[in-house]
């Protein structure tokens, strides 16, 4: 079984996708998507009125498991 880094890169090539496709990649409902958004634990980019999420916002949800990743200040400490 592929690791969710691995996945997440090969199946995906696009940069920006939807917060249901996030959602899908995570494995998570929609509505825990929007929780960790709201909670800054994963990026988003706004372009005009659509909600997009960074896959790099993703992946580094996925390896660190607490949205560690670049553009976040929280630690796990």
């Known amino acids: 079984m592929l690791r969710v ?4 890169t090969m199946t ?4 920006l996708v939807s917060k249901r496709e996030a959602a899908e990649m995570l494995s998570i ?3 825990m998507l929007e929780r ?3 909670r800054r634990r ?3 980019v706004l372009v005009g009125r659509r909600v997009l999420i960074p896959t790099k916002s993703l992946t580094a ?3 660190t498991g607490d949205g560690a990743g670049p553009g976040n ?3 796990a400490n």
Not at 12 to 15: D, S
Request: proline share 4%; aromatic share 4%; no cysteine.
């Open 12 to 15: 995906n090539p696009k940069i």
């Open 73 to 75: 200040t929280s630690s």
């Open 29 to 31: 409902s929609l509505r």
């Open 42 to 44: 994963i990026d988003v």
């Open 36 to 38: 960790l958004i709201r």
């Open 61 to 63: 949800f996925a390896a």
């Open 5 to 8: 880094r691995e996945r997440l």
